[in-house]
């Protein structure tokens, strides 16, 4: 039996306590014949003292694995009382049991016996051994040298890695049976609804609230048992976002402080303790491309730039996004320069080394021979290569508009990103002649020769008509690129035209009608003719150039309008288009 006091525990029996054991700043006040029999040390340390005459016996224990909690449990054993074993206080027992010297050697069933059997009928389940596992991290390192810590690990890894039908502990679609009514037993109890499927991130939020070092090695041990990346992915990207709160999208960085929120730190961790635990987290990070997702690793990778993480943490950061860019979105990009040095808005280096490493491992097509592979195959070979670079040069023209307006962007750095882009990789030219569009509007102090060293990256028979259009009105291009438009406009108008009159002569040909004349010669000298425009020539001569293409077309105009009545809802739809380019005005504005 006993009683409490404010700060004392006593022990009552007919005989009178006559040993005080201190544990911090509670006092026990007990008798040392039930210590003597089941502690080696308390029996070592009454022996000691009873050595020492004239002075009451006084022992203190303020390091005991557990404290004053876990001792009045040890308390209650000595004195036979029954105390109950669980998975929150076995671990501090075992130990405290240990550092006593609880041995067999003094009692038959003693308390490390007992613990230690304990512990072996609960680490097959997860929840205790999670609970068991949680309690360590105050009992280090005696809980390490008792493998404690170790068994709960392997204990944890083994039961995620293996079947969910061999876990110790009820989940849904666990031991259930259907009958053949349709009804579902579940362990013999009838169910209503069938169970639902075990989903691959159930251990996420428990394994989160361990403390990192214990965290980290439950990862490398689920790794070494053969667990998907897949999931250590998730794993690792579930931890982050709960601790580092910058990382999630209804977020933000506040001031670049106190990202981390660590359940087992009270005090807000210093910048270098949040940036070592973020450098620990990225070298968990699985290896295999396109595990990891694009959107979290460029989130971890500004959060490293905040908290000032190691310029190889940062770097390792970059090539797992350089390797999988065409799968990050436009606004994942935009990294704001979180350097003082830095004078544009966001981080444009940051994003060519990316690109530069995205083009180094994308850009080389691999050999293949035609006599091993058939046409087909060869296509989906080349398909499967141009897709990414699509999708990056794309990406890249979307954040080259957004960072154009910035007064502060350099044309060199400007022009450098745009030009990693391979012209073929771009199947339409759109993007890059409105980023560039923006660029010119934005900075009006260009020279004439930077503006023509940008427009070189534009493809005019790549633009739309409807760029096409724009572009022949835009006063901020070069003339030489104006012209280029216009001409290849032309161009294609005069090829719609031929096509026309190619349906019109095998439809119609046994009628007579007119057909326009289709000759290798007249066809070599439109390619001529795009082969002179587009090279340096004289204003003068580019105008005179263009004015005789819009005499020809003008001709040709007039020959349509003459098919007759036969032709006027075709034709009628030929002029539209012509006027709708408005080629003849443009001639007089140059």
Request: aromatic letters at 8%; glycine letters at 4%.
């Amino acid at each position: 039996m006993n009683y409490h006091c404010a700060s004392q525990q006593v022990w009552s029996t007919e005989l009178p306590s006559d040993i005080i054991i201190e544990i911090g700043d509670i006092s026990f006040n007990l008798h040392k014949f039930p210590l003597l029999n089941r502690s080696g040390l308390l029996k070592k340390m009454i022996s000691k003292h009873q050595d020492e005459d004239g002075k009451d016996c006084i022992l203190q224990l303020h390091d005991l694995p557990g404290g004053a909690k876990t001792f009045e449990l040890v308390a209650n054993f000595c004195y036979d009382v029954k105390i109950e074993l669980n998975s929150q206080n076995v671990a501090a027992l075992r130990c405290a049991a240990e550092q006593l010297c609880f041995s067999e050697d003094y009692f038959e069933g003693n308390l490390i016996s007992q613990t230690e059997n304990f512990l072996n009928n609960i680490l097959g389940n997860w929840k205790d051994s999670m609970k068991v596992l949680k309690t360590c991290e105050d009992l280090l390192p005696l809980a390490e040298e008792l493998h404690i810590v170790t068994r709960c690990i392997n204990s944890l890894a083994t039961q995620v890695c293996s079947d969910s039908n061999l876990f110790g502990w009820p989940m849904p679609a666990r031991s259930s049976v259907m009958r053949s009514d349709g009804s579902i037993f579940w362990n013999g109890i009838p169910t209503v609804e069938k169970p639902k499927a075990v989903e691959s991130d159930w251990w996420y939020e428990e394994s989160s609230e361990l403390s990192f070092p214990l965290y980290k090695r439950l990862i490398m041990a689920m790794e070494s048992k053969g667990m998907k990346p897949e999931n250590i992915a998730g794993s690792l990207m579930f931890y982050s976002k709960k601790y580092f709160r910058g990382l999630s999208r209804n977020s933000s960085f506040p001031d670049g402080t106190s990202l981390v929120n660590h359940p087992i730190v009270t005090a807000s961790p210093s910048e270098s303790e949040q940036a070592a635990l973020l450098e620990e987290i990225v070298g968990l990070l699985p290896t295999q491309k396109g595990v990891n997702s694009t959107n979290f690793l460029l989130r971890l990778l500004q959060t490293a730039m905040i908290l000032h993480a190691s310029a190889a943490c940062r770097d390792d950061l970059e090539k797992r996004i350089g390797a999988q860019l065409d799968e990050a979105s436009l606004d994942d990009l935009l990294i704001p320069s979180f350097e003082y040095s830095v004078e544009t808005l966001y981080d444009i280096d940051c994003i060519q080394r990316m690109l530069d490493h995205f083009m180094s491992t994308n850009q080389s097509a691999p050999a293949v021979s035609p006599s091993t592979v058939d046409e087909m195959q060869l296509m989906d070979t080349i398909s499967s290569l141009m897709t990414p670079l699509t999708t990056v040069a794309k990406l890249v023209d979307g954040y080259l508009s957004e960072v154009a307006p910035d007064a502060n962007l350099k044309f060199t750095k400007f022009r450098s990103l745009a030009d990693l882009v391979p012209e073929y990789a771009r199947p339409s030219n759109d993007g890059i002649y409105r980023a560039i569009d923006i660029y010119l509007k934005s900075h009006p102090w260009l020279t004439e020769c930077e503006r023509e060293q940008l427009c070189q990256l534009i493809n005019c028979q790549k633009l739309s008509p409807e760029a096409c259009t724009h572009a022949a009105q835009n006063e901020r291009l070069p003339l030489r690129l104006v012209v280029q438009v216009l001409f290849f406009e032309q161009l294609r108008l005069r090829a719609s035209v031929a096509g026309w009159f190619f349906v019109s002569e095998n439809d119609d040909n046994a009628n007579g009608d007119l057909i326009l004349p289709k000759t290798p010669e007249r066809i070599s000298e439109i390619t001529q003719e795009v082969s002179d425009v587009t090279q340096p020539t004289g204003t003068e001569e580019m105008r005179l150039r263009v004015a005789e293409l819009e005499k020809e077309c003008m001709s040709m105009k007039q020959e349509i309008q003459k098919l007759g009545k036969a032709r006027s809802s075709w034709s009628s739809s030929i002029c539209r288009r012509l006027n709708k380019l408005g080629l003849g005005s443009r001639s007089h504005n140059l």
